[in-house]
């Protein structure tokens, strides 16, 4: 049967990677709805192409813009406005398949909508989640939603687990994760030389092509970090049962450790549409365009420890994934509001970790009881850390 599928945040790098897949496919998926946010002419081009029912943009003025322009154009697509929107749209009868792409917390509510309603989410937006956290599961548990991990490693870990694995529940017979990471464009840089890099360094990965926020977070490994959060939900494993391995060439994307000694990876060419196109067709396999994987072109592969006092985000991300509660949400909070200081300019490179420090020192974590709490973490971290971007001036 033909799925129907809405993706949140369609005009993104995971959006835009979402569609070549499904482009391939048309017997099987049938876009239903793509929101673009601000990106409103690469969402007018995805629309003529795609035909969804509906699209979602930020503003109303764009809204009928858009409306107007795909009317003289001949296509049918009803087109909304505002986040109230979101959460519509992945909630429709129609809609069996969510792609949650949209970046930063901005996904939650939307993400979370999709998990209530019981549909299948493809998960990109790992902030979400790690905001979230409990709630975010007991929400797909609770409506029997399919939770597919997208992030590369996460989804690398949910190949190599046992047979009929599904995400959430402790994995029988695994004795550790073992989550790895490219270490970004600054591996290698001299640690007194961070100060200075600019933004435009710092979002040139070496391996994948991102959006710039998740690029900066792999160039401070908050990324991985965030990371060790989503894996321990996910696979409901303590974080000490989640080690870091830095990894270069980005070829595996992650290994399951069993009780026995024996080790399970996933390898591949670093290109999203791997993960994607295995959680669209999940538990079957469908070609995604990815070139095969040439090992004599790889020839080496190459491991070795995170350096903590380089890459201080990462051991701030294992505190809060340590303390639980509301200091994941917390962390996410400051650390997007130091990633956007930073890419304007505002604060230098080392600033983001000097601000997400600053700001769990000052806001004490609590439980998350409620999604309530959870939103109150996120904007208290929220105005604090620009206070202190602010101050600093
Ligand atoms: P991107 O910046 O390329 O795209 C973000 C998308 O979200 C765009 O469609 C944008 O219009 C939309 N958006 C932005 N702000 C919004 C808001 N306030 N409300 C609604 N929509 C908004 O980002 P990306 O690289 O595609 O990443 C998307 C998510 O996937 C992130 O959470 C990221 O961590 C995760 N992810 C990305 C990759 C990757 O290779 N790009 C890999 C793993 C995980
Ligand atoms: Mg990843």
């Not at 192409?49 to 699209?55: G, K």
């Not at 494993?237 to 080690?243: A, G, S, T």
């Not at 890419?343 to 439980?367: C, M, S, Y």
């Amino acid at each position: 049967m033909v799925k129907g599928l809405c993706i949140l945040g369609a005009t993104g790098s995971i959006g835009v990677s979402t569609l070549d897949v499904v482009a391939r496919h048309p017997d099987r998926y049938r876009v239903i709805a793509l929101t673009g946010h601000r990106r409103i002419e690469a969402l007018y081009r995805q629309c003529l192409q795609h035909r969804p029912r509906y699209a979602v943009v930020a503003e109303r003025r764009d809204a009928d813009d858009l409306q107007r322009r795909l009317r003289e154009a001949g296509v049918k697509t009803e087109v909304l406005a505002g986040s109230d929107a979101l959460a519509a749209v992945a909630t429709l009868d129609e809609v069996d398949y969510v792609m949650a792409a949209i970046v930063g917390a901005a996904g939650l509510l939307p993400t979370l909508a999709a998990a209530r309603a019981g549909k299948r989410i493809l998960l990109a937006n790992k902030e979400a989640l790690v905001i979230s956290g409990p709630l975010f599961m007991e929400a797909v548990r609770g409506a029997e939603a399919e939770l597919l991990p997208i992030d590369s490693e996460h989804n690398a870990i949910f190949q190599c687990m046992p047979a009929g694995y599904r995400a959430g529940n402790p994995p029988a017979g695994v004795r550790r994760i073992l989550l790895t990471a490219s270490g970004g464009p600054f591996l290698d840089t001299p640690i007194d030389q961070l100060e200075g890099v600019t933004p435009e360094q710092a979002v040139a990965h070496p391996k994948w092509d991102m959006g710039r926020k998740i690029s900066v977070d792999s160039a401070t490994m908050m990324n991985k970090g965030l990371e060790v959060i989503e894996a321990s939900l996910l696979f409901d494993l303590p974080p000490e049962r989640i080690q870091v391995v830095i990894h270069p060439q980005s070829v595996i994307h992650s290994l399951v450790d069993y009780d026995d000694g024996s080790v399970l990876a996933e390898l591949g060419n670093p290109d999203m549409r791997i993960p994607i196109a295995y959680g669209l067709a999940w538990p079957e396999r469908i070609a995604s365009g990815v070139d095969p994987l040439d090992l004599f072109e790889v020839a080496r592969l190459d491991f070795r420890p995170p350096d903590l006092e380089r890459f201080p985000c990462l051991k701030l991300a294992f505190e809060a994934a340590r303390s639980g509660g509301t200091a994941p949400a917390l962390l996410n909070a400051a650390n997007e509001v130091a990633v956007a200081a930073f890419l304007v300019g505002r604060i230098p490179f080392t600033g983001i970790a000097a601000t997400i420090a600053r700001t769990l020192d000052a806001i004490p974590a609590g439980a998350a009881v409620d999604l309530d709490s959870v939103l109150a973490a996120d904007a208290r971290a929220r105005a604090y850390a620009s206070d202190l971007i602010a101050a600093a001036r």
